[in-house]
């Protein structure tokens, strides 16, 4: 069965012409329509003259004469072009190149269009290299850019902890910092002079002294006077000047020094100091002996050295000889112990100066320097301790702190001024009598910077 559809039907194949009705091809052929008929050749002559008649009788028009668009280019195209090597031809002439088809067209009359470049290049010509395009900008990586946050944001919280801490630390220790009236007033004098007291409350002890005065105060005395003085250029010095010292009081005659704190207070004290030394005290820091172990243990402990063995009583220390750390509580009793000692006084004064310059050596260490939870408590253990005048802040402290550990190195001075005698007699009690011929030259060169450390041996040869 055929796979065609019942409505095809094939094309009938058309007859193939006879030889009468062939086209003849090329020459002066004219179409034929379907009811021409093959003419004789001298019919088509005399159909042919006829026509001529008629056209020579009609207007004439005007024959374009052809020319070859790809032929007239040619001939315009300068002789230095050559785009490609062509052989002549037999006349002479070169072949026409085909007409690309990306060529633009241009009307007639218009100018040919050349490439840019035309001639050969020349021999001293160098081909520029080509510039390679710019590397577009990537942006950074994520986690790069994650850890520029990270390490940024860190230096932020240590800009704002290295400005806020320290002014934390300070508006919390001047808060708890208390003030007294206690400087005179008097002249200054070249340089900072600090007076700095060591108070000791003990209640029934038999040291108390009051100058045989009515008015001393039973169980509140100056156990520590140490004079520290930071002149304009020069030798700074720190000068314990002995509590039994027997100088002149103003307004009470003569006495241990220290009955001056008992009858007088912090006032009488400094002017006692003042009339005594020839510097005016520009600053009090008064330290109670209590304090002095609350700041032990706020550094974590001190290291001090004595070589002897004692076990005194009164001052409750127990020493075995040789160098020991120790806690608050052991070098309060270090500072305190003087009957136990040969040289009484003396060398309770040097123990002091010791608990002092190792106190200040821990409390500048790394270990107290970054440990933010020790840094609160020493200072807080100081301002409780501490009580000054009113002019006085933490910062004159800092810089009172620098004075000590400067002067307690290599570059300074410390001792005490000329003795001459160490068990003085006087209103019935031992007394501590200043070399009255070398005093006052050892404070004129305390007050120019000039002081040595053969000067402060305190005994007199």
Known sequence: MSNQPPSFEPRKRQPRPSQSHARNVGGESQPRDSTSRPRSRQWRDDESLENAGKRSEAPRRPQVRRRSIIANEESRTPPSYSPHARPAGANGTENAPAR?????????GEPPRYPARATAPRADYTPRKPVPPAPAAS???????????????????????LIA???????????????VIALSGAADTPGTTYLIVGSDAREG??????????GAVSGHRADTIMLLNVPPEGTTSLISLPRDAYVEIPGHGQGKLNSAFSLGGEELLVQ?????????????????????????DAVGGINLCYDADVSDVDSGMEWTAGCHDVNGQQALAFSRMRKSDPLGDIGRTNRQRQVVSQLISKAASPSTLINPSRQRELVGAAADSLTTDYDTSLLDLARAGLALRGVLGEGGVAGVPPIADMNYRAKGQSNVLLDPARTPDFFAKVRSGTVTQADAIGISR
């Open 100 to 108: 690309s088809f990306s060529e633009p067209r241009r009307n007639r």
């Open 165 to 179: 801490w320290p002014a934390y630390l300070y508006a919390y220790g001047s808060d708890k910092m208390r003030h």
């Open 139 to 161: 942006p950074a990586p994520r986690k790069r850019r994650k850890k520029r946050h990270f390490v940024l944001g860190i230096f932020i919280l240590f800009l704002v902890a």
């Open 205 to 214: 002890d038999s040291d108390v002294d009051g100058a045989g005065a009515a």
């Open 272 to 296: 006692t100091v003042e009339q005594l030394s020839g510097l005016t005290v520009d600053r009090y820091i008064q330290v109670s002996m209590g304090g002095v172990a609350n700041l032990v």
